[in-house]
């Protein structure tokens, strides 16, 4: 399995919308609410640029995305990192993070947000990936869990 990631440019809104409904489905489901699921293609395209992304190919094969932006020196916030569910458990999200780790040279902390209940979330963050719990807040109804990872 090569796994490989491509800088997403604003032709690829529309791939991305189908790979973020896909991975957020549930989540839109779950919470009635996901600021992920259902984006708009001027939506997508805005956040390409303000949220600079990369495609996750596996063998060639688009199966997600991870999104980073530096929110000061040396710290960057996860926006989104999110892989179709027929690819997930395969290690592909675990590659996100490494690549994310080596692709921001100056990182020194990364940060992110995921719903709390998200057991799954919580445990890969935690235990595959090696973030802590920093705090808990609310985004919407949701509440959510940020994690910290420091160099």
Same mark, same amino acid.
């Not at 604003?10 to 991305?16: F, G, H, K, P, R």
């Given at each position: ?9 604003a032709s ?41 992304? *990369? ?16 929110v000061e ?25 490494a ?18 209940d998200k057991?799954?979330?919580?445990? *890969? ?15 919407g ?5 940020? *994690?910290?990872?420091?160099?």
């Amino acid at each position: 399995m090569k796994i490989e990631f491509k800088e997403a440019v604003a032709s690829d809104a529309e791939l991305l919308i189908e790979i973020y409904n896909s991975a957020f489905y549930k989540d839109f489901i779950r919470y009635g609410e996901c600021p992920a699921y259902g984006r708009s293609l001027e939506e997508m395209q805005l956040s390409i640029l303000d949220f600079p992304k *990369f495609v996750i190919l596996c063998d060639d094969e688009p199966v997600g995305c991870i999104s980073c932006k530096a929110v000061e020196n040396g710290v960057y916030e996860i926006g989104c990192l999110c892989v179709r569910p027929d690819y997930q458990g395969k290690g592909i999200g675990t590659s996100a993070v490494a690549f994310a780790k080596s692709h921001y040279k100056d990182w020194k902390k990364l940060t992110l947000i995921t719903p709390v209940d998200k057991e799954e979330n919580v445990r *890969f963050y935690m235990k595959k990936c090696g973030f802590k719990i920093a705090t808990t807040e609310m985004d919407g109804s949701v509440k959510v869990v940020r *994690f910290v990872l420091e160099r």
